[in-house]
């Protein structure tokens, strides 16, 4: 089993440019997350996804920043007109049943 | 105020010692989850907790939701314990959505 898989794992943007990363869950697992870490925040949520379905999206910035799950084996975050202020790791985590949550190593995210 | 508390802040232990991280919640955390960052910056689960405690190994955690906090103990540390721990805590509207602490670094020193 090769874990939740992220790529790219490194991504340098010219400001305003859009970034697209993704996210391989692990195979079998239902549900599926993004958090975004910081030095100065920290590690906040994003967005979940069960059964391919959107279910809270409360975290994510409401204009620029979408997160699509096309099918169960990848889900997408995609950043329009990127600014520096959206540096950041962005990290996918799959679970099983919702509950204990497997991360990936992240895409670390920098805007210029 | 910090939903997820978590102390100490930095911590120092000599190779073979023990020592527990605590984490305090202004939330009413239902669940709680604690994770290794290592220097790769992947995230491994240690522990997912119901109320209760949970041992694997030289880790042991404990989660008293009534009292609102959360414990970690190490036992017997190693060099390959160190990195940042961080707590994460499930609120009660059961929607799955984790709130980080700040982490704790530690660094296991020979």
């Known amino acids: 089993n090769a874990g939740v898989i992220q790529t790219p794992r490194h991504k340098v943007t010219g400001k305003g440019q859009e970034a697209t990363l993704w996210c391989e869950p692990i195979?079998?697992?239902?549900?599926v997350f993004w958090y975004r870490q910081t030095i100065v925040q920290g590690l906040e949520f994003l967005t979940y996804f069960r059964n391919q379905a959107p279910i809270d999206d409360s975290g994510m910035p409401k204009e620029r920043f979408s997160a699509q799950m096309p099918n169960q084996s990848h889900s997408t975050l995609k950043i329009q007109s990127t600014q520096p202020q959206d540096s950041a790791v962005y990290l996918c985590?799959?679970?099983?049943?919702?509950?204990?949550?497997?991360f990936g190593e992240g895409s670390r995210l920098i805007v210029v | 105020g910090d939903k997820v508390k978590q102390s100490p802040s930095a911590l120092s232990l000599q190779e073979g010692t023990n020592s527990a991280l605590r984490c305090n919640f202004s939330i009413a955390a239902t669940t709680v989850q604690w994770f290794l960052q290592n220097p790769r910056g992947s995230l491994i689960n240690l522990f997912y907790?119901?109320?209760g405690t949970k041992e694997n190994g030289r880790l042991k955690s404990a989660f008293d939701s009534k009292e609102s906090y959360s414990t970690l103990h190490i036992r017997d540390a190693q060099l390959e314990d160190s990195g940042t721990y961080f707590c994460?805590?499930?609120?009660?509207?059961?929607?799955?959505?984790?709130?980080f602490g700040q982490g704790t670094v530690l660094s296991v020193i020979p």
């Open positions: 985590a799959s679970s099983l049943d919702g509950n204990t949550l497997y």
């Open positions: 994460a805590a499930e609120g009660a509207g059961g929607n799955n959505k984790l709130t």
């Open positions: 907790l119901v109320p």
């Open positions: 195979s079998g697992h239902s549900a």
